[in-house]
């Protein structure tokens, strides 16, 4: 009955909703490899994906080279436009300013607060640790207007330094979707104020990610766009409202179990564009699937082979959601690799973009659950 209950709110209010569009841009990864730079940054910079879920004093995150959704956001009065990640896997909204004097502020847009009429600054600075390096800088406040939504004096960070990967990413910021309990300096993330303030008329939001195109992936906040998925939505409820985090069944290849066993913990995170899992359990499926591993965890396949390459399955909350190897394997004039990625021995998954791109994600922090449907 409860789920009977959330359904028919999500069809009453479908139609009610603020959709951001989402671009897919080029990645750190394929701008370093343009440069010439990839095989240099990777030994100096390493990928360390669970850095970012790892509760410490302050908000982490990591370095992605891979991410490549983008939607813009103006913050301040007249507005200042910035492309952001939007990011359900961190609470905190934060982009670069006048005030930041590093290279990866120089190469992104920075906002002004002296030309901003609304601006009034925090009481705190912020630190945000990162896998490789960290963003320092000021809390502020202002007015945030995000997919036709604007959100008075919402408390956000500005950038005095950055770390060295942020100067090769196509976003300027990053927009937190998580909860407020992991926020840094216990800032009310964006769309708490949304829901807070009756800015939507559900307190949910959703997620497309288009496969193919450069455009027509978005976020929707407070409802559902029913184009962009088919069949029923599967509800799994949360393990622990901090991230979005529910429990995984098991990974299963032709049947047989690859990885997961007796069950485990699993993030959906925007922010991840990999699927990532304890080392032993990604080599294991990596091997399943007959990619080689590099030393830098990468997992290379012949492009030949896609087709005959065996689907994955990821069982939730007693549901089957299955990606075929179209969709787990990347290609590019750099060759195929999978995208599964190793999260060393922590007992953690994250279900980032490969998985995302085949599965339409509803958001609800009213009922803590997510729902989970195929995407079209």
């Not at 492309?83 to 992104?108: K, M, R």
């Not at 997919?147 to 990053?174: C, L, R, Y």
């Not at 830098?296 to 082979?305: E, F, I, L, P, S």
Request: glycine residues 10%; proline residues 4%.
């Amino acid at each position: 009955m409860k789920w009977l209950v959330v359904l028919s709110a999500l069809v009453a209010f479908s139609e009610c909703f603020h959709k951001i569009p989402l671009i897919k841009g080029k990645t750190a990864r394929q701008n370093l490899q343009e440069k010439g730079l990839w095989e240099k940054y990777r030994k100096e910079h390493p990928y360390n994906p669970m850095v970012k879920f790892i509760q410490g004093g302050s908000e982490p995150m990591t370095n992605d080279a891979d991410l490549s959704y983008y939607g813009v956001v103006s913050i301040g009065t007249p507005p200042q436009s910035f492309s952001v990640i939007f990011d359900t896997g961190s609470s905190n909204l934060w982009i670069p300013s006048v005030y930041c004097s590093s290279q990866a502020c120089e190469n992104h847009r920075k906002f002004n607060p002296q030309q901003s009429s609304t601006f009034k600054w925090g009481n705190q600075g912020l630190s945000i640790q990162y896998g490789t390096g960290s963003m320092t800088g000021y809390l502020a406040i202002d007015n945030v207007e995000v997919g036709g939504i604007t959100v008075s004096k919402q408390v956000f960070g500005i950038s005095q330094t950055e770390a060295p990967f942020m100067a090769h990413m196509t976003a300027d910021g990053i927009l937190g979707l998580a909860f407020q309990t992991i926020a840094s300096d216990n800032v009310v993330p964006v769309f708490d104020m949304m829901v807070n303030e009756g800015l939507v008329s559900q307190a949910l939001f959703s997620v497309y990610l288009s496969s193919n195109s450069e455009q027509g992936s978005e976020v929707v906040f407070g409802g559902v766009d029913s184009s962009h998925y088919t069949g029923q939505i599967s509800w799994v409820p949360l393990s622990s409202a901090t991230y979005w985090q529910i429990k995984m069944d098991s990974v299963t290849i032709n049947g047989q179990s690859v990885a997961c066993a007796g069950g485990c913990q699993a993030i959906i995170d925007t922010g991840t564009s990999l699927i990532v899992g304890p080392t032993s359990d990604i080599n294991n499926m990596n091997s399943w699937v007959g990619a080689s591993t590099d030393e830098y965890g990468d997992a290379t396949v012949n492009c030949q082979n896609i087709q005959n390459m065996p689907e994955v399955t990821f069982t939730l909350g007693g549901k089957a959601f299955t990606i075929p190897a179209s969709a787990y394997v990347s290609q590019s004039s750099y060759g195929c690799s999978t995208g599964f990625g190793q999260g060393g021995s922590q007992q953690l998954w994250i279900l980032g973009d490969v998985f995302i791109r085949e599965f339409y994600v509803i958001f609800n922090t009213q009922s803590q659950t997510i729902g989970l449907a195929k995407s079209v």
